[in-house]
């Protein structure tokens, strides 16, 4: 053994499998329903099955959710065709576009770009530790310059919800 600890598991969004299989189903029902309908009008040839099965095929890839994993000192976010990574020890900048259709962007020391759903953080608050600990170390070591607030609101809102959970899963609310 060479004396180093094993790295940790990445952590991810505990509710990426449930969305992946929302996602499936839809298209699925999708392509089953529009099959149906045209058997039903004797209206299904081959030409018009592949039109259904290339709509059903954008449906699932615009319902699928990118995947979000977190480790010591990175975040990546993967979709169908690509994937992001941002050291979250060496950021530059943070920033939030948008209210109710809100995206985060991050950007390291190393111009890599990641862009992902802040919801996403809100509701994993293990997959935020990670992120959280590597926005405090780029503020430690001044290479975050620019949004440093904007991780400070996601932590409140973050924060809150949980309570919220709490309270809920107590029976006060």
């Known amino acids: 053994m060479d004396g180093s600890r094993p790295h940790p598991a990445p952590t991810g969004d505990r509710h ?4 992946a299989r929302f996602a499936t ?37 615009i319902l699928l959710p990118q995947r979000v994993t977190a480790g010591p000192g990175w975040l990546a976010v993967r979709g169908l065709v690509r994937r992001q990574v941002v050291r979250t020890d060496a950021l ?36 935020w530790h990670e992120p959280d600990t590597g926005v405090r170390r780029s503020r430690a070591s001044g ?3 620019e949004g440093i607030d904007v991780p400070e609101r996601l932590r409140h809102e973050i924060d809150d919800a949980e309570a919220r959970a709490v309270l809920r899963a107590s029976g006060i609310t």
């Open 16 to 19: 990426w499998r449930t969305s």
């Open 92 to 127: 530059v900048t943070v920033r939030q576009y948008g209210d109710v259709s809100a995206y985060l962007t991050l950007r390291d020391t190393d111009g890599r770009r990641l862009d992902l759903d802040p919801r996403i953080l809100v509701t994993n608050p293990l997959l």
């Open 143 to 145: 290479t975050l310059l």
């Open 25 to 61: 189903s839809c298209a699925v029902a999708f392509f089953g329903m529009t099959l149906l309908v045209d058997w039903d009008a004797h209206t299904l040839t081959a030409p018009r099955t592949m039109l259904w099965l290339v709509m059903t095929a954008a449906i699932f890839t």
